[in-house]
């Protein structure tokens, strides 16, 4: 029996190598371009339902104003609802292809890398 530490592993190298990334600078900016569109489009978007739903109960008259025959302001913001959730997907998407994507392929090229030297990652 042995009191002598063990050669440092392929894991534990790659284990390192994933706090090193972590905490580099490209992560660093990589995850502020992320919070940088999804905390403000949270916010909007939550603003905007509790705008509706506001609306739905303290305006009543507001909403239930017919705009072209039964459809009324209610429905029209309702259906707004989607149509802002959707809007948000397809502009995260276009955010992201453009300033997400690259960085992190980046960083997932690197890592490949370094994995690949010590066999197939698992």
């Known amino acids: ?18 706090v090193a990334v972590q905490r580099s600078d490209e992560f660093a900016g990589l995850r502020r371009a992320l919070r940088g569109f999804i905390f403000p489009m949270t916010v909007a978007f939550f603003l ?17 104003t017919k705009l072209v025959g039964n ?15 959707f809007l948000i997907a397809w502009l995260y998407s276009r955010y992201a292809d453009r300033k997400i994507d690259p960085v992190a392929d980046r960083i997932r090229a690197e890592m490949g890398e370094v994995t690949h030297e010590h066999g197939p990652r698992g």
């Open 71 to 85: 459809i009324n302001v209610a429905l029209v913001f309702g259906l707004l609802q989607f149509v802002s959730t």
């Open 1 to 18: 029996m042995s009191t002598d530490t063990p050669p440092a592993t392929p894991a534990a190298s790659t284990a390192e190598r994933y």
């Open 48 to 64: 905007w339902y509790a705008l509706y739903v506001i609306l739905s109960a303290y305006a009543r008259d507001f909403m239930g």
